[in-house]
């Protein structure tokens, strides 16, 4: 009985220690290295992207979250229209085809980035899809979120709002390059 | 407040250190030489497996089954399967290694960290006899993003040879070398075989695919080839 007692405790003890996940900030740390093929076989890395708030989540087509998400990544870069923000897709670990059979059943507006075998996945320590990054213009990490979010309202949409604030006021003009769909 | 759980954590150690108990567990008789020892993830034994379990048994090998996070009243969390008392784990492997059958030992998930404590705890004659089969083994300490893993240390693995189970289509997959790495630091003799086409937990989705439908139906052949092939005796 005095056993059972103690392992109904450690349950609750347990249980209360579950928390969800959040976005996560961090301290404005470089980010890593990213170098990986579009799906028109273009090299694409960071630098790509420098000057701007970039949004860099990695998924896959076969995470039901990663795939709730999306529709809310495509809303946001509709919204952020010639605004200074990236939105970047990187697939994890799968190949061309298994990302343009998902994409068939998709649009999207943003680039879709392949990483067939899994090098920046494991550069960027992604260990649970989808993980997304958010870096501010100067390629520093700034935030990290595991798990989908709705990314055009919310805590999210602050957050994005909050790194574009940064920026010179001149680069924050809608004139600003958007990122050409694919 | 920290005392109250430091009080309930020591209350829960003291009650676990008394004595070990072979955990209850659901038994597939065969007359087969092999027995197989089924430890259900942190989520708790699914139908599909049970249904595995019955045909392996049909096929002749002995399945015990163990759910453990009914079998302790635990929450379906992973960090339930780092609270399962080892000890109990290890009167179990050896009350199947004394049964005089080829004891293969399968573990899902986070379910792999008490097996794998278990088999630490075993005598060194005892952990050569066993084998392990881990499915998408989960033995991670820490694993933050941009953060290098951390793993587990279970204890000496030596003498035990393991075979990891690994769903292609999982974030686990891109990390199969280092987790392999670990376990050979341990001093396990491991190996791996990569399931195509499949997700962590196929058999218990909320959307599966057809052809997770497919393989969660015929999961006892799947365990059967994987066993044959890697011929561990």
């Known amino acids: ?182 | 407040m920290r005392f109250f759980r430091w009080l309930l954590l020591s209350v829960w150690t003291v009650s676990f250190a008394v004595q070990a108990d072979v955990p209850d567990h659901q038994v597939f008789p065969a007359q087969g030489p092999q027995l197989l020892l089924w430890v259900a993830s942190e989520r708790g034994r699914a139908e599909p497996e049970v249904h595995a379990a019955q045909q392996l048994a049909a096929q002749g090998v002995e399945t015990w089954m163990l759910d453990l996070v009914a079998a302790y009243f635990l929450p379906q969390l992973p960090s339930s399967m780092d609270a399962v008392p080892h000890q109990d784990l290890a009167a179990w492997l050896r009350a199947a290694q004394a049964s005089g059958k080829r004891v293969v030992v399968y573990a899902v998930s986070r379910a792999a960290v008490p097996v794998l404590r278990a088999a630490a705890a075993l005598e060194p004659a005892e952990r050569q006899r066993l084998c392990v089969m881990l499915m998408y083994p989960n033995l991670y300490t820490v694993a933050e993003p941009l953060a290098e893993p951390d793993f587990l240390v279970v204890g000496s693995l030596a003498g035990l040879r393991v075979q990891v189970l690994q769903p292609r289509r999982s974030a686990a997959t891109p990390w199969l070398p280092g987790l392999l790495d670990h376990l050979a630091k341990q001093g396990a003799t491991a190996s791996h075989v990569i399931l195509e086409n499949l997700r962590e937990g196929y058999w218990m989705r909320e959307t599966p695919t057809e052809f997770e439908i497919t393989e969660s139906r015929r999961m006892d052949a799947m365990l059967l080839r994987e066993l044959n092939q890697w011929g561990c005796k």
């Open chain 1, 1 to 182: 009985m005095k056993r059972w007692l103690g392992v109904c405790a450690m349950s609750l003890l347990l249980a209360g220690g579950a928390q969800a996940a959040g976005f996560e900030a961090r301290a404005a740390t470089p980010a890593p290295e990213l170098k990986a093929q579009d799906l028109a076989g273009t090299t694409r890395t960071l630098v790509d992207y420098r000057g701007k708030v970039v949004l860099l989540n990695f998924w896959a087509s076969w995470c039901p979250p990663c795939l709730r998400e999306m529709p809310s990544m495509e809303r946001l870069r509709v919204k952020m229209a010639g605004r200074p923000l990236a939105i970047v897709a990187l697939d994890s670990a799968e190949t061309a085809e298994e990302v343009n059979g998902f994409l068939s059943r998709m649009t999207l507006g943003f680039p879709i980035l392949l990483d067939p075998d899994g090098s920046n996945t494991k550069r960027w320590k992604v260990f649970a899809l989808p993980t997304t990054f958010l870096l501010d213009a100067s390629g520093r990490v700034r935030h990290v979120l595991t798990g989908p979010t709705e990314w055009d309202e919310g805590e999210a949409l602050e957050i994005i709002e909050s790194l574009l604030a940064e920026l010179p006021a001149g680069a924050k003009s809608p004139t600003g390059g958007a990122l050409t769909p694919q």
